[in-house]
């Protein structure tokens, strides 16, 4: 079955960076796109990000353009966010998430349990 | 201030019907397919119905979903104690060129 694992969250200094992985099994990886997607603390969901099948499209919300990256090795299986110039409003549970489309823009059908990134001095 | 619009809290008691809306825009609801997803305190998202009124197997078909113009609701028939959640509705934005979500809406059964 689809399994989604996100690693790398932690406590993180504002300003400092942070690189989050999320390693898939159970489908064949390089078939559909990817997200990110946040959760601050007693807050809603927010997107952050997404890459296309083949890693040649990625989209960014507003709120972590020219800081936030999103990257994929499709013969490792494995999503990466490297998060730079931390804010602590980038203070979140940090989800992965597949779609169901090789594009990003269809729905997200599969979520890993999420990874928990503070940013705070 | 998220994006699209939905109620903060929705109730009912056992075995009533209950519906959230989720009001956008021309460059999100109104142009592409809507999304909810259910979540549990500590857990992770789940789909719930996707492309406008589509339910994943699995899914109870008490849960239905529909889309007019800008607006989509989410309705739950026969609600039950186990539906007490956070429910979240997506929706592309071509104007954006991201996803964008509702606040979420907590349904309380009573």
């Known amino acids: 079955q689809v399994q989604l694992v996100e690693s790398g969250g932690g406590v993180v200094q504002p300003g400092r960076s942070l690189r989050l992985s999320c390693a898939a099994s159970?489908?064949?990886?390089?078939?559909?796109?990817m997200h990110w997607v946040r959760q601050a603390p007693g807050k809603g969901l927010e997107w952050v990000a997404v890459?296309?099948?083949?890693?040649?499209?990625?989209y960014f919300a507003d709120s972590v353009k020219g800081r936030f990256t999103i990257s994929r090795d499709n013969s490792r299986n494995t999503l990466d966010l490297q998060m730079n110039s931390l804010r602590t409003e980038d203070t979140a549970v940090y989800y992965c998430?597949?779609?169901?489309?090789?594009?990003?823009?269809?729905?997200?059908?599969?979520w890993g349990q999420g990874t928990l990134v503070t940013v705070s001095s | 201030q998220s994006v699209l619009t939905q109620p903060p809290s929705a109730s009912g008691t056992p075995g009533q019907r209950v519906t959230i809306s989720c009001s956008g825009s021309?460059?999100?609801?109104?142009?592409?397919?809507i999304n909810w997803y259910q979540q549990f305190p500590g857990t992770a998202p789940k789909l719930l119905i996707h492309?406008?009124?589509q339910r994943p197997s699995g899914v109870p078909d008490r849960f239905s979903g529909s889309k007019s113009g800008t607006s989509a609701s989410l309705a739950i028939s026969g609600l039950q104690s186990e539906d007490e959640a956070d429910y979240y509705c997506?929706?592309?934005?071509?104007?954006?060129?991201?996803?964008?979500f509702g606040g979420g809406t907590k349904v309380i059964v009573l």
């Open positions: 998430a597949r779609d169901q489309n090789p594009f990003g823009d269809f729905y997200f059908d599969s």
């Open positions: 159970g489908f064949i990886f390089s078939n559909y796109g």
């Open positions: 890459i296309s099948y083949d890693g040649g499209k990625t």
């Open positions: 021309s460059s999100n609801v109104g142009s592409n397919t």
């Open positions: 492309t406008n009124d």
């Open positions: 997506a929706a592309w934005d071509g104007s954006l060129n991201g996803w964008v």
